[in-house]
């Protein structure tokens, strides 16, 4: 695959956030009921109309090429919130949609793409991650593809958080963002160190598939081992060479946290707060309750809510799924 450019600026982020400004929730900022090293505010994207964040990005990516798209379709890859939200905003301006999922996709999110009536396409994880690096599915070359993550669109899209975020909380000092594809954190890093260059933003990864501490160890993206886990909606075997070089300058560190630790946050989230948080929303908690985020004010980005109840229930009776 040869590497491309991806150019982000905040003007971008303002365009984004008028073209969905009718679609989606202003989501709240809500302090953390427990007491932690920091200040922890709580940023709810589980709030959105699919239960994530990807509503924000998926949204002005479609509003970007929408004439085209009712005449092609669109098609996307995803763990399932990305799918989610493609397949919400393309049933609402009647455009055809697909989904290309993991074939370990939750069936919370499977349930929910139905209902939103795309097509699904379920293949191995290898076989998804290898759409996500080409930018293309053979069968479905005649649609336009919207990428989960590294699409300037849908970068732009999630953007739109950084900036409610410094509306809300004008002297924040942190922001923690989970780290999967690299399209969350980038947006919002971009649209908070635009708007007060001394913000911190940091990333929180899975354990068990953190390739951003990899890229940053080693200074340029690795394949590393990913062992799959409850924790689906982030952490992937790289990071793609576009996301890397847009992030990295954007980066202050990547936190990782154990699978425990962020089942221990899903809990929390749950008690304390009466949040259902998904395994990739409690990354980002976990890595704040580590300290590593700084003592201020930190910001939360609780991403989604998708996640299967059977696994919220262990979590809840205090065992990590």
């Not at 509003?63 to 890859?77: F, P, S």
């Not at 410094?166 to 000092?173: A, G, M, T």
């Not at 001394?198 to 390739?211: D, G, H, I, P, Q």
Request: net charge neutral; glycine share 8%.
């Amino acid at each position: 695959m040869n590497s491309r450019e991806i150019t982000l600026t905040i003007d971008d982020i303002r365009v984004a956030q008028k073209n969905i400004s009718n679609s989606v929730v202003r989501t709240p900022l809500v302090a953390l009921n427990y007491e932690a090293p920091c200040q922890i505010y709580l940023k709810l994207e589980c709030l959105q109309p699919t239960g994530s964040f990807k509503v924000r990005g998926a949204g002005n990516a479609l509003a970007l090429t929408l004439d085209e798209a009712r005449q092609r379709g669109v098609y996307t890859c995803s763990a399932g919130n990305m799918a989610q939200a493609l397949a919400w905003h393309a049933k609402r301006e009647h455009v055809k949609c697909t989904v290309i999922v993991p074939d370990t996709a939750p069936e919370t999110k499977l349930d929910a793409i139905r209902r939103y009536g795309a097509e699904l396409v379920q293949l191995p994880w290898d076989q998804v991650w290898e759409v996500a690096t080409s930018h293309v599915y053979p069968p479905l070359s005649d649609r336009i593809f919207v990428h989960p993550f590294a699409d300037p669109g849908m970068i732009a899209g999630n953007g739109t958080i950084g900036l409610e975020i410094l509306e809300d909380l004008p002297d924040v000092d942190s922001i923690v963002v989970p780290f999967g594809g690299g399209g969350l954190f980038s947006g919002i890093a971009k649209a908070a160190k635009s708007l007060k260059p001394e913000t911190k933003t940091f990333a929180a990864e899975a354990n068990t598939a953190a390739a951003l501490i990899a890229a940053l160890d080693a200074n340029r993206p690795v394949k590393i081992e990913r062992t799959p886990s409850f924790v689906d909606g982030i952490g992937s075997t790289t990071v793609l060479d576009e996301i890397w070089k847009l992030a990295k300058p954007l980066l202050d560190g990547s936190i990782a946290v154990s699978l425990d630790q962020i089942s221990a946050s899903i809990k929390m989230l749950a008690e304390r707060n009466r949040v259902v948080a998904e395994g990739a929303a409690g990354a980002s908690l976990a890595a704040a309750l580590t300290g590593k985020a700084g003592s201020g004010k930190v910001v939360c980005i609780v991403s989604g809510g998708n996640i299967d109840t059977s696994k919220f229930v262990k979590i809840l009776q205090g065992s990590t799924p």
